[in-house]
């Protein structure tokens, strides 16, 4: 006798493997998470991505600070180390002609410088010489012999006053005269100045005289 119920077909026998949660093809997407559009792929090309323009700017205005700073730097130190320029004045040539007055000395305008003429050595034209005596309060302090051109004072200084125990006395030179006094002698380029004490004043009280007087010497 044969079994009458009917067999179950295919689509019976898997029916109910279908999940519950199965969407049809026709189904509408859900939403859509907003996140989602932002996420960044961290794989794209770094021309694509947003940068900031805030450094550079910083950089620059950095840079161009320094550069300002290091020039002010260099002009203050450049005008720091520059050295004055001489201005160069031209020796004056012939007779010396010393001042009436130089600081507290001064010779009586009325009396004659004496002067003479004597050869030169190393030099075409005659060693001109002028002579006169200084005061300082009214008491003779200084005579002051005046001679150009000079080369070596030295060599004038023992000659023409038969000094002796020559020493250097910063530029001068100073020694002790015939008659023992003593004499110093200053010069400038050529022309050169021979300067006894008369009141027992020392070298350096001399030389300082000297060089008051050469100042004013043309």
Same mark, same amino acid.
């Given at each position: ?34 996140? #989602? ?5 961290? #794989? ?175």
């Amino acid at each position: 006798m044969s079994d009458s119920r009917p067999q179950p077909g295919p689509d019976d026998e898997t029916s109910h493997l279908r999940s519950p949660e199965a969407t049809p093809r026709n189904a509408e997407p859900g939403p859509v998470d907003p996140s #989602e559009d932002e996420l960044v792929d961290p #794989e794209a090309d770094d021309h694509t991505r947003p940068t900031s323009k805030v450094p550079l700017i910083v950089m620059g205005v950095m840079l161009a600070l320094l550069l300002a700073t290091g020039g002010v730097i260099g002009y203050l130190f450049t005008q720091r180390n520059r050295e004055p320029v001489a201005t160069a004045t031209a020796e004056p040539t012939g007779k010396p002609e010393l001042p009436v007055t130089a600081g507290n000395l001064n010779r009586p305008p009325g009396e004659p410088q004496a002067t003479s003429e004597a050869p030169s050595p190393g030099s075409d034209t005659g060693r001109q010489i002028v002579t006169a005596t200084y005061y300082e309060n009214d008491q003779p302090a200084y005579i002051v012999i005046a001679a150009r051109p000079v080369a070596d004072k030295k060599a004038l200084l023992e000659e023409q006053l038969q000094a002796r125990g020559v020493r250097q006395l910063g530029t001068a030179l100073c020694g002790r005269e015939s008659r023992d006094l003593d004499v110093c002698a200053v010069n400038r380029s050529y022309t050169v100045l021979l300067v006894i004490g008369q009141r027992s004043q020392k070298p350096e009280e001399i030389v300082a005289a000297a060089e008051v007087l050469l100042q004013n010497t043309k």
